[in-house]
T-cell receptor, first 115, second 115 residues
Framework: SQTIHQWPATLVQPVGSPLSLECTVE??????LYWYRQAAGRGLQLLFY??????ISSEVPQNLSASRPQDRQFILSSKKLLLSDSGFYLC??????????????FGAGSRLTVL | AQKVTQAQTEISVVEKEDVTLDCVYE???????LFWYKQPPSGELVFLIR??????QNEISGRYSWNFQKSTSSFNFTITASQVVDSAVYFC????????????FGQGTILTVHP
């Protein structure tokens, strides 16, 4: 069966510090990978998605970047965090399918607080 | 542009009451997919249902039922005989026919079921 892991689960960082959130998927190959952010009291917003190694698409211009160094690894980074980067970050995966209706399976999330 | 509106920010019910969560969507795509996800206090999103735009048949799964009406662009979710374990944030989401996993989420409805 497939599993998705995210870490760290909780992170408190000062403004201006770097960030690295990691996500890995097991039990599948060539998944589509996604980073979503959930700001307090709001819905989820897609930040990045990737259909393959080194292929990253950004949905929202911002202070963050993503990388996919391996097939089942997806990393969310920042060089200098802003207060507005605080939120709950969720990694998700879906099967590589062009038939539409990809069911996303989400990780447990990483809660980031920037002080 | 796609949009999902969940007008009910918070709903509070007593156990065994029926409760309906509303979802209204906007899209120009002729083919699209609708989803409901549950986010319990742990934070991880749990997939509940997927519906494509050509299938307006209502669906029932145990105490859960979904009413999809294209004429009103609505995809409402009803929980019958609610239980305390149903307490969570519920998200409705929309995926355009060619958006492959890039979901547009509503703001979510916080459901609290009191014993």
């Amino acid at each position: 069966s497939q599993t998705i892991h995210q870490w760290p689960a909780t992170l408190v960082q000062p403004v201006g510090s770097p960030l690295s959130l990691e996500c890995t998927v097991e039990g599948t190959s060539n998944p589509n990978l996604y980073w979503y952010r959930q700001a307090a009291g709001r819905g989820l917003q897609l930040l990045f998605y990737s259909v393959g190694i080194g292929q990253i698409s950004s949905e929202v211009p911002q202070n963050l970047s993503a990388s996919r160094p391996q097939d089942r690894q997806f990393i969310l980074s920042s060089k200098k965090l802003l207060l507005s980067d605080s939120g709950f970050y969720l990694c998700a995966w879906s099967r590589d399918s062009y038939s539409g209706a990809n069911v996303l399976t989400f990780g447990a999330g990483s809660r980031l607080t920037v002080l | 542009a796609q949009k999902v509106t969940q007008a009910q920010t918070e709903i509070s019910v007593v156990e065994k009451e029926d409760v309906t969560l509303d979802c209204v969507y906007e899209t120009r795509d002729t083919t699209y997919y609708l989803f409901w996800y549950k986010q319990p206090p742990s934070g991880e999103l749990v997939f509940l249902i997927r519906r494509n735009s050509f299938d307006e048949q209502n669906e029932i799964s145990g105490r859960y039922s979904w009413n999809f009406q294209k004429s009103t662009s609505s995809f409402n979710f009803t929980i019958t005989a609610s239980q305390v374990v149903d307490s969570a944030v519920y998200f409705c989401a929309l995926e355009g026919g060619t958006s492959y996993g890039k979901l547009t989420f509503g703001q979510g409805t916080i459901l609290t079921v009191h014993p």
